[in-house]
Protein backbone atom coordinates (compact mmCIF):
# COMPACT_ATOMS: atom_id res chain seq x y z
CA UNK A 1 0.00 0.00 0.00
CA UNK A 2 1.17 3.28 -1.06
CA UNK A 3 0.89 6.52 0.96
CA UNK A 4 -2.70 7.97 1.21
CA UNK A 5 -1.71 11.66 1.05
CA UNK A 6 0.14 12.74 -2.42
CA UNK A 7 4.06 15.01 -2.01
CA UNK A 8 2.24 18.35 -2.25
CA UNK A 9 5.59 19.52 -3.45
CA UNK A 10 4.25 22.08 -5.93
CA UNK A 11 0.89 22.37 -4.72
CA UNK A 12 -0.60 25.37 -3.99
CA UNK A 13 -2.58 27.27 -0.94
CA UNK A 14 -4.33 30.29 0.44
CA UNK A 15 -2.79 31.96 3.60
CA UNK A 16 -5.97 31.68 5.72
CA UNK A 17 -5.37 35.03 7.27
CA UNK A 18 -3.98 37.11 4.30
CA UNK A 19 -5.56 35.09 1.45
CA UNK A 20 -2.37 35.49 -1.39
CA UNK A 21 -1.27 32.51 -2.35
CA UNK A 22 1.80 30.77 -1.44
CA UNK A 23 2.92 26.80 -1.53
CA UNK A 24 1.10 25.24 0.66
CA UNK A 25 4.76 23.29 2.44
CA UNK A 26 4.91 26.99 3.44
CA UNK A 27 2.14 27.74 5.67
CA UNK A 28 2.34 27.31 9.48
CA UNK A 29 -0.56 26.40 11.75
CA UNK A 30 -1.58 29.00 14.06
CA UNK A 31 -0.40 27.93 17.88
CA UNK A 32 -3.28 29.44 20.24
CA UNK A 33 -3.00 28.94 24.35
CA UNK A 34 -0.78 26.36 23.31
CA UNK A 35 -2.94 24.54 21.31
CA UNK A 36 -1.98 23.30 17.15
CA UNK A 37 -5.11 25.18 15.37
CA UNK A 38 -6.11 24.54 11.91
CA UNK A 39 -5.50 28.02 10.74
CA UNK A 40 -2.69 27.78 8.11
CA UNK A 41 -0.76 31.32 7.44
CA UNK A 42 2.10 32.50 5.15
CA UNK A 43 5.22 33.35 7.19
CA UNK A 44 4.48 37.11 6.91
CA UNK A 45 1.41 36.55 8.86
CA UNK A 46 2.66 34.01 11.72
CA UNK A 47 3.02 34.91 14.70
CA UNK A 48 4.25 32.86 18.13
CA UNK A 49 1.72 32.14 20.79
CA UNK A 50 1.36 35.02 22.69
CA UNK A 51 2.21 34.34 26.62
CA UNK A 52 -1.11 36.41 27.17
CA UNK A 53 -3.04 34.46 25.97
CA UNK A 54 -2.10 31.41 28.91
CA UNK A 55 -3.52 33.58 31.49
CA UNK A 56 -5.14 31.57 34.29
CA UNK A 57 -3.45 28.53 32.88
CA UNK A 58 -0.83 28.54 35.27
CA UNK A 59 -0.69 29.55 38.68
CA UNK A 60 0.90 32.64 39.92
CA UNK A 61 1.75 33.56 43.47
CA UNK A 62 1.98 37.42 43.60
CA UNK A 63 0.57 38.55 46.69
CA UNK A 64 0.12 42.28 47.11
CA UNK A 65 -0.86 42.76 50.61
CA UNK A 66 1.26 43.17 53.15
CA UNK A 67 0.99 41.96 56.70
CA UNK A 68 0.75 44.30 59.89
CA UNK A 69 2.26 47.61 57.91
CA UNK A 70 4.00 50.11 59.61
CA UNK A 71 3.18 53.91 58.62
CA UNK A 72 5.75 55.68 56.55
CA UNK A 73 7.77 57.27 58.73
CA UNK A 74 10.32 58.10 55.86
CA UNK A 75 8.13 60.98 55.41
CA UNK A 76 9.57 63.38 57.13
CA UNK A 77 11.71 66.22 55.06
CA UNK A 78 15.14 65.14 57.13
CA UNK A 79 14.78 61.70 55.42
CA UNK A 80 17.25 60.81 52.46
CA UNK A 81 14.35 59.48 50.32
CA UNK A 82 11.75 62.36 50.94
CA UNK A 83 13.61 64.99 51.08
CA UNK A 84 12.23 66.66 48.37
CA UNK A 85 8.50 68.37 48.97
CA UNK A 86 6.45 68.43 46.17
CA UNK A 87 2.64 69.84 45.80
CA UNK A 88 -0.05 71.84 44.03
CA UNK A 89 -3.86 73.52 44.30
CA UNK A 90 -2.26 75.37 46.37
CA UNK A 91 0.93 75.13 44.95
CA UNK A 92 3.12 74.89 48.12
CA UNK A 93 3.48 71.85 50.20
CA UNK A 94 0.10 70.10 51.05
CA UNK A 95 0.49 68.87 54.58
CA UNK A 96 -2.96 66.54 54.67
CA UNK A 97 -1.81 64.83 57.25
CA UNK A 98 -1.06 67.81 59.57
CA UNK A 99 2.13 66.79 60.26
CA UNK A 100 5.09 68.77 61.86
CA UNK A 101 7.05 69.33 58.95
CA UNK A 102 7.83 72.57 57.63
CA UNK A 103 6.82 74.21 54.27
CA UNK A 104 10.00 74.29 51.80
CA UNK A 105 8.04 75.68 49.19
CA UNK A 106 6.42 78.24 50.71
CA UNK A 107 8.62 81.37 48.25
CA UNK A 108 10.91 83.51 50.23
CA UNK A 109 12.45 86.59 48.19
CA UNK A 110 13.23 90.74 49.13
CA UNK A 111 14.32 93.21 47.79
CA UNK A 112 17.75 95.05 48.27
CA UNK A 113 18.23 99.00 48.47
CA UNK A 114 18.60 100.81 45.30
CA UNK A 115 20.14 104.07 45.59
CA UNK A 116 19.57 106.49 43.06
CA UNK A 117 22.17 109.76 43.06
CA UNK A 118 20.95 112.72 41.07
CA UNK A 119 24.22 115.38 40.33
ZN1 LIG B 1 -0.71 35.62 5.11
Same mark, same amino acid.
Request: aromatic share 4%; glycine share 6%.
Given at each position: MGNKF????? %? $???????? !? !?? !?????? %??? $?RTKITNI?????CWEPDHPQNMQGMYPVYDPQALRDPRPDLLMYPNSPSRGIQWGWNPVGFNNVLQLPIPDNLEAQGGVGNVTVTTS
Open positions: TSGKI %A $IADCDRCG !Q !QF !QLKKLK %ALV $IMVCPQ
